[in-house]
């Protein structure tokens, strides 16, 4: 039975990484093969992959999902969209010194007022809020709210964040966290993986605020994952098909990429289309699509630790970590990234 202490690790908080690179091609790249950890800068990925290789990213742009205001009766709160439901309600994680009650007004960012419908989610987490019907929900975040940096990164987002908290091929709107392994990739880099002949092809899953949530059960067994959307285009089923044919492999840019091609191979041949995941992958996990992964390095007890362990082995993950903590790597949304392949 696996228990949470089984996906723990010491991290220095100096080694938490608080702010991008200028140059996103210049973080470190560790390249984990079977017994070998091979130390290289990003740019130099190329160079690790093969004609016919398939690298999968998700598009999914981070919205300027975090509001703060006042409720009717004064006390402060802060919003974390969730995701919007139609035009004008969506779902929130709030923070308030008292839980908002049905009915209640909040009035966000001194520009526009919220009412809180009710509670929502499997564990009622979530609160339903609607929105005024004179734009979209969308529309007012986007507007007004500010981008929602990870609790671990202590500086409020400015004007650089506003860039390099975004992957430079985002374009669907959606999520409240970057797909973080994505950062690293630049226009220069994309050139550089085309000359090789490594392809590229696209799936969407929005990240939800419930990605930054602890795991509170020591079995894991009973833990239950959050739920987030994500949709496969058949142009991207396609290229897989094609990359097999081929003799390639399918690498997944990102553990969000990773999770929206295995769940919808679940059902065994992979399939085209949009829907509601809540995978939790943990070792003895048995993969159906990806064959590697590129990442960063994720928080101790977390359910992506767990998740590159059922892909590259726990043992194997214990010593990278040890070894990236060793040669001080940067760690989190803004720190460096591994390449892992499938045991």
Not at 59 to 77: E, M, N, Y
Not at 252 to 268: F, I, N
């Amino acid at each position: 039975m696996l228990t949470l202490a089984d996906f723990d690790y010491f991290l220095p908080p100096e080694l938490i990484a608080q702010a991008a690179l200028p140059d996103r091609a210049a973080s470190r790249l560790l390249v984990v093969s079977p017994g070998r950890l091979d130390d290289h800068v990003f740019r130099e990925l190329p160079a690790f992959l093969r004609e016919n290789d398939l690298l999968v990213f998700n598009d999914s742009r981070v919205l300027h999902a975090r509001l703060f205001g006042q409720k009717d009766t004064g006390g402060q709160v802060e919003v974390m969209i969730e995701r919007p439901l139609g035009d004008h309600e969506a779902l929130a994680m709030v923070r308030a010194s008292k839980s908002p009650r049905p009915g209640t007004r909040l009035r966000l960012m001194e520009a526009f007022e919220v009412e809180v419908v009710g509670r929502a989610g499997a564990n009622a987490e979530f609160f339903q809020l609607r929105f005024p019907p004179d734009a979209t929900v969308v529309d007012y975040i986007e507007r007004y709210g500010r981008l929602p940096l990870p609790p671990y990164i202590e500086h409020a987002a400015d004007a650089d964040d506003e860039t390099r908290y975004q992957t430079v091929y985002a374009r669907e709107l959606g999520s409240v966290a970057a797909p973080t392994a994505g950062l690293h990739f630049d226009e220069a880099l994309f050139a550089a993986l085309a000359a090789r002949g490594v392809r590229r092809a696209f799936v969407t899953l929005h990240v939800g605020a419930g990605t930054f949530q602890p795991v509170r059960e020591q079995d894991l067994s009973r833990h239950q994952m959050h739920r987030e959307l994500y949709s496969i285009p058949q142009d991207t089923v396609d290229a897989i098909a094609a990359t097999r044919a081929a003799g390639g492999r399918v690498i997944c840019v990102g553990t969000t990429s990773l999770r929206a091609l295995e769940s919808a191979a679940q059902g065994g041949a992979l399939a085209a289309g949009s829907a509601e995941t809540g995978i939790f992958i943990t070792p003895g996990y048995r993969f159906q699509v990806a064959d590697g992964l590129i990442t960063n390095f994720h928080l101790p007890k977390s359910t992506l630790l767990m998740l590159v362990s059922a892909l590259a082995g726990r043992d194997t993950i214990r010593r990278a970590y040890a070894h990236a903590v060793e040669q001080r790597y940067r760690f989190f949304s803004y720190g460096d990234a591994m390449f892992l392949q499938k045991t």
